[in-house]
């Protein structure tokens, strides 16, 4: 049943036990990045980047194959099109390339998308279901990533960071939209909020916290800048 179509024993929880653990790891790791900082800036990390790209290729077939088997897979919400889908897919590409312009888009995506995910999962899976550790750990390796490529390669995101950023966004919003539209489906979140407890919920109701998430995005995307602006002068273009 760790492989079944659902959960062995009791559904997830928020701030559970096994969600504090996840935490504890989440936020454990982030603090060794960070003390390591200087270590991790050597070329013998390439193939941890590259083997570390490689397990999430692998955590995502595997987690379409999960849908697949257990005939759970919807076209109408098991496309890679979430913001976090979208973060993971840019995540290998930055992790086998180095090409700052994914690091630039991807930092927000991690910084504001999947933390968000982490702290408060739209999940039913708990521990120790394939679900649960395939959730967190895509989530989780995004953030270190970007962590990782700002604090050990000296990656930081620039002004024009946010512009591109936002055209991003933007150019994919159409194609979502369409594709809600054509398949119900709710990629997003755009024809409502998620089921379990979300930061969401604090953002209004339909339509107009998908007005103010965008908002938010903007402000936090230019707070972010602004506040590694000094960082950002010297980073590699």
């Not at 595997?62 to 897979?73: A, I, K, R, V």
């Not at 989780?140 to 966004?169: D, H, R």
Request: aromatic letters at 22%; charged letters at 15%; glycine letters at 4%.
């Amino acid at each position: 049943m760790l492989f079944g179509p659902s959960n062995i024993s009791s559904g997830f929880s928020l701030f559970s036990i096994s969600h504090f653990a996840i935490l504890t790891l989440f936020v454990l790791i982030i603090v060794v990045i960070f003390l390591y900082r200087y270590k991790l800036n050597d070329d013998k990390w390439r193939k941890a980047e590259i083997g570390v790209a490689i397990s999430l290729i692998l955590s995502e077939m595997t987690y379409h194959f999960w849908m697949y088997y257990n005939e759970l897979w919807k076209v109408e919400r098991s496309m890679p099109l979430e913001l976090c889908n979208i973060g993971l897919i840019l995540c290998v590409i930055l992790l086998l390339t180095r090409k700052k312009i994914f690091f630039e888009i991807l930092f927000y995506i991690a910084i504001f998308g999947a933390t968000q995910a982490i702290f408060t999962p739209a999940l039913t899976y708990n521990f120790p279901h394939f679900r649960f550790f395939h959730f967190f750990y895509t989530h989780m390796v995004v953030v270190w990533v970007i962590l990782y490529f700002m604090w050990a390669k000296g990656y930081y995101p620039t002004f024009k960071s946010v512009i591109k950023l936002l055209v991003f966004i933007n150019l994919l919003l159409p194609v979502i939209l369409y594709v809600n539209q054509r398949n119900n489906g709710n990629y997003w979140y755009l024809r409502h909020k998620p089921d379990s407890p979300s930061l969401f919920d604090l953002l209004g109701p339909y339509p107009w916290y998908i007005f103010t998430l965008e908002g938010l995005l903007l402000l936090f995307s230019f707070f972010a800048w602004l506040i590694l602006r000094r960082k950002s002068m010297s980073a590699i273009d």
